[in-house]
């Protein structure tokens, strides 16, 4: 009986855990999370914003050695790189023409690196800029509040997988100077790691709120059972 009676406070607890996991998950994502060593990948950068205020600038730190070579153009942002005293990209950022990203949105970038030539673990530091001027800096170690992502370079990635040179054809023109033009030598690469990215986050997002509304009706019901026991 007593168990019943907390039904409610229960349920709803549960529900709010559920959504705050979700909420806090949401990390700024560099994938895939392990590749070969001297291959052609493609990355994706994903952004979710987290604030009730748009992200409006990105800006990814490039790993030692890792080359970017190629980027895929996104329309209403505008795209710009720095490099190092060798001439190699050691960073890019993608800025909002338009609205960025609004709260609750996320949105994904695609690029085209040359990986390490041995495995090792690289680390992708990202900054993330909003409308009202704070900055997020997804540069902390694993477990802090605002970690960076890990790609691991390591041999064992190609057991599982299509060839490491899968992206060689679409960087070539990559090792020139950079333009939004030979970014889009890129996009057909990019197009898959994309759109599985979004499968299995939508897929985590709906189960989420699913399992949020199903205890938060059961929540109600338990009140109003509650509720309606005690006025007999």
Excluded: C
Excluded at 29 to 54: N, R
Excluded at 132 to 141: A, L
């Amino acid at each position: 009986m007593k168990l019943f009676k907390r039904l409610p406070f229960i349920a709803t607890a549960a529900a709010g855990f559920l959504l705050f996991s979700g909420i806090a998950s949401a990390h700024v994502t560099v994938k895939p999370a392990v590749s070969q060593p001297d291959a052609w990948e493609t990355y994706t950068i994903k952004i979710p914003s987290e604030k009730e205020i748009p992200t409006t600038k990105v800006t990814l730190k490039v790993p030692e050695g890792v080359e970017l070579m190629n980027y895929q153009p996104v329309p209403d942002w505008k795209v710009a790189t720095e490099k190092d005293g060798s001439g190699k990209i050691s960073s890019i950022t993608w800025e909002a023409t338009g609205a960025g990203i609004q709260a609750g949105e996320f949105q994904q970038f695609n690029f085209v690196a040359h990986n390490p030539g041995k495995e090792t673990e690289v680390a992708w530091d990202a900054f993330q800029y909003y409308k009202d001027g704070s900055i997020v800096e997804w540069s902390g170690d694993e477990g802090s509040e605002s970690p960076h992502s890990i790609t691991k370079i390591t041999t064992a990635a190609g057991q599982a997988s299509e060839p490491a040179d899968h992206g060689h054809n679409a960087a070539a023109g990559g090792q020139q100077e950079q333009t939004q033009g030979n970014a889009g030598s890129a996009e057909n690469a990019a197009t898959a790691p994309a759109a599985s990215d979004n499968s299995s986050s939508s897929g985590v997002q709906t189960a989420t709120l699913v399992v949020s509304i199903a205890a938060l009706v059961l929540s109600i019901i338990a009140l109003v059972a509650a509720l309606a026991k005690k006025k007999r």
